[in-house]
């Protein structure tokens, strides 16, 4: 992972403990850094070995590795210092930037965090959707600039009872934020390719076309993985397709949104956005939509910050449990599934 000091984030001690029961754990934290060096690294000897310290490479010897955020890419050339290595589990989110081919050609099983994140993120959705059909970042502003009640007046529809909700991506986190929605008045509207009508009605929603969540939307939350297929999917013809007031929040990646469109049509007034994740990422200093009027930016934070991390800590052991055991893995990623998933 990407530094030592992640490791207490995702693991206390009862994590810890589990893993002693049914691994040999080393206690250091390899990072990207050391690895890539090229001096070798200083390890500890072998359990019953009364030998001195001993320079080995830190991946000869190991059956699993447990990786983070930041963990490099695990290439032919990583993979050939690992001959032991059965699987990889990843402690965070989307596995991409870490694996691959070379993996499964190996027979290495991969494992990710992702369904433990996906929580924080459909968490942050819900709050968000909710907030912006009572129009509560625009009563903010007003409120403060007016530092009165009157004299000031918001955009139709307020509130969240008849609400209209369009989920673009039946992914883990578009799932979860379907189900966290039930429990309120709204009507969800849901755009996926993969999934059928029936399937659809199962999760909460109606299948629609992408065009037809855009025309009947009053908040759209996007929630696509981040494919070739996927750039910019919300483009000038969906946004402008949208009613005016609607408001567009996206916690998946600020590619699936076409920016300088987006841009315009928010700097004229007519829509509204919340944006966790932005294209480029951070937006420069001087971008329109720092001060865009209705628009809510956050730094990347829907994902599990603190407290959260532990959820993604206490999967990955419970992955290497079952590994220890001969288990199947639960959250196992296939090759082929990098075709359609974040």
């Known amino acids: 992972m990407r530094d030592a000091a992640l490791r207490p984030d995702l693991f206390d001690d009862a994590a810890l403990t589990r893993l002693r029961a049914v691994a040999d754990v080393t206690d ?3 990072t990207p850094a050391e690895l890539n060096s090229a001096e070798p690294h200083l390890a500890e000897p072998h359990r019953g070995d009364a030998t001195s310290h001993a320079t080995l490479d830190p991946l000869a010897d190991v059956d699993v590795l447990l990786t983070g955020w930041g963990a490099p890419r695990l290439d032919d050339a990583l993979l050939a210092r690992a001959p032991r290595l ?4 990843h402690a965070a989110g989307s596995v991409k930037p870490l694996v691959t081919p070379a993996l499964w ?3 290495v099983k991969v494992s990710s965090a992702a369904g433990a994140n996906a929580r924080p993120v459909a968490e942050y959705t819900l709050a968000m959707v909710l907030l912006a059909g009572k129009r509560v970042l625009e009563a903010a502003d007003a409120f403060a600039a007016h530092r009165a009640f009157g004299g000031w007046a918001l955009p139709e529809p307020r509130g969240n009872h008849g609400l209209t909700v369009g989920v673009v ?3 883990r986190i578009g799932r979860q934020v379907m189900r966290l929605l039930q429990p309120f008045d709204v009507e969800i509207l849901l755009h996926d390719p993969w999934v059928d009508d029936d ?3 199962s999760l909460g929603a109606a299948a629609v076309t992408l065009d037809d969540l855009a025309r009947a939307s009053d908040v759209v939350t996007v929630h696509a993985p981040d494919l070739p ?3 910019r999917m919300i483009g000038p013809r969906q946004l402008a397709l949208m009613r005016d007031a609607t408001t567009l929040v996206n ?3 600020g590619r699936l949104v076409d920016t300088p469109a987006l841009t315009r049509e928010v ?6 956005a919340v944006l966790d994740v932005t294209d480029p990422e951070p937006l420069p200093a001087d971008h329109p939509l720092w001060d865009a009027p209705g628009v809510l930016l956050t730094p990347h934070v829907a994902g599990s910050l603190g407290n959260e991390l532990r959820r993604l800590g206490d999967l990955a052991v419970r992955e290497v449990e079952l590994l220890a055991a001969g288990a199947p893995l639960e959250h196992e990623v296939r090759a082929e599934d990098l075709r359609t998933t974040a």
């Open 251 to 253: 916690t998946a990646r």
């Open 105 to 107: 050609e190996r027979g």
């Open 267 to 272: 700097v004229s007034g007519r829509l509204r």
């Open 28 to 30: 250091h934290v390899l």
């Open 199 to 201: 399937e659809a009605r």
């Open 86 to 89: 059965r699987a990889v589990v």
């Open 229 to 231: 297929e996927t750039y």
């Open 169 to 171: 991506g039946a992914s």
